[in-house]
């Protein structure tokens, strides 16, 4: 790791620590290895153009599969898949059942975040998810909705 962290040890060590390193503590610097990083990523992507493509060709392969899927994908113009739950409680659960069930972590995204009632789960596909993994994923969710009763839908759902 390169970022974050704890200290663990005597009272004594912790309070020097504290009293003597306090930019170990307190810098709002990022580290050279984390914008060595960001430095070579864009460097990258200046004159690469694949990620780019590939990263809105898996959304809209993740949409269309969900859609003809009959799951409610609500519509949007960018890379993030938003499939509406409309209940808090059963959009933890439908996260919880993903990652525990199946592998496959997706985020929750409950009020404050969205207005209540309009609970969904977010979906963001890489440049690196292949066809095999979309499937997979559309079959998941498929299981999980059934087994917490929430409802298909014929065509996609409005974004807010």
């Known amino acids: 790791g390169c970022l974050g962290g704890y200290i663990a040890g005597k009272a004594e060590v912790i309070d020097a620590v504290r009293s003597y390193a306090p930019g170990f503590i307190f810098t709002t610097a990022l580290p050279p290895p984390i914008c060595s990083a960001a430095t070579a990523a864009i460097r990258h992507l200046k ?14 392969r993740v ?28 959009c ?20 404050p975040t969205v207005a209540k009632g309009t609970e969904r789960l977010r979906i963001t596909p890489s440049p690196y998810h292949d ?30």
């Open 47 to 60: 004159s690469s153009s694949w990620e780019r493509e590939r990263h809105q060709d898996r959304a809209a």
């Open 63 to 90: 949409k269309s599969i969900l859609n003809a899927a009959g799951l409610p994908v609500m519509a949007n113009d960018t890379h993030i898949v938003p499939l509406f739950v409309g209940d808090p409680e059963k």
């Open 92 to 111: 933890k659960q439908a996260s919880d059942l993903l990652l525990e069930e199946h592998g496959i972590y997706i985020q929750p995204i409950n009020y």
């Open 131 to 160: 066809d095999g993994l979309i499937d997979r994923l559309a079959e998941a969710l498929l299981q999980v909705w059934e087994r917490l009763g929430l409802a298909l839908h014929k065509k996609p759902l409005a974004a807010e």
